[in-house]
């Protein structure tokens, strides 16, 4: 068993859409938790940085965090097709300069 | 802010060669840096954290004289594939933090073909 899973999709919504991506994870000792969208051919750019439980907001995009069931997830309203991209989980037990784990990334399209 | 610089975006070139990687903090400086090696509709997988002044540590599996890891300062680490051989091919990520509990900030990565 893998310490992140993701669904891998690919994800296909209509442009409009609430869109809900999500990651399980298994080491109870992650306390920081990263969602980055990579478009292709580039590298990870960061979206969202929460520690610990609950939720935060940043515009069209809502990160949530249960520890309690090692459960994350990213929201993102209002979806537009620049949102098509592939979105990485990504966790680490100490803050940013500490090894992250990642998940394998949902491919997701935003179709017109 | 928090802007990571990658040099070369594309390199090409002929088995055996050496090919250097530059992986820049523009704005923040960074006392540890990461790299990453990515394989096609797959993940980033660790490859080497590089601390600044002090030898790179690698992750299982990762050659250390095929991956030569320099990080002289405190906004630069380089990666050097050595004799570049066609498996080498792959895109390669650096990801740099500021430190304390920011999070990490990635280049736009370089893709690396050896012919």
């Known amino acids: 068993q893998k310490e992140v899973e993701q669904d891998p999709g690919p994800l296909s919504v209509p442009e409009g859409a609430i869109v809900s991506l999500n990651c399980t994870y298994s080491?109870?000792?992650?306390?920081?938790f990263m969602w980055y969208r990579q478009y292709s051919r580039k590298g990870p750019e960061l979206l969202m940085y929460?520690?610990?439980?609950g939720n935060k907001e940043d515009g069209r995009f809502t990160a949530q965090v249960d520890k309690s069931s090692k459960y994350i997830s990213l929201f993102i309203r209002d979806s537009q097709p620049s949102d098509s991209a592939t979105y990485l989980c990504?966790?680490?037990?100490?803050?940013?300069?500490?090894?992250?784990?990642f998940g394998t990334g949902t491919q997701l399209k935003v179709e017109l | 802010g928090a802007v990571v610089s990658q040099h070369p975006s594309r390199v090409i070139c002929k088995s055996g060669t050496s090919v250097k990687i530059e992986c820049r903090s523009l704005?923040?400086?960074?006392?540890?840096m990461f790299w990453y090696r990515q394989f096609p509709k797959q993940s980033l997988m660790l490859m080497a954290t590089?601390?600044?002044?002090?030898?790179?540590?690698?992750e299982q599996g990762v050659e250390k004289d095929k991956f030569l890891i320099n990080h002289a300062s405190l906004t630069l680490s380089t990666l050097t594939v050595t004799s570049a051989h066609p498996e080498d091919s792959s895109f390669y990520i650096c990801?740099?933090?500021?430190?304390?509990?920011?999070?990490?900030?990635f280049g736009d990565g370089t893709r690396l073909s050896i012919l």
């Open positions: 990801s740099a933090s500021p430190g304390g509990n920011q999070p990490q900030h």
């Open positions: 080491n109870s000792a992650f306390q920081y």
């Open positions: 929460t520690y610990s439980s």
């Open positions: 990504a966790m680490s037990v100490g803050g940013g300069g500490n090894k992250l784990t």
């Open positions: 704005d923040f400086q960074a006392t540890t």
């Open positions: 590089s601390n600044e002044g002090s030898k790179a540590t690698y």
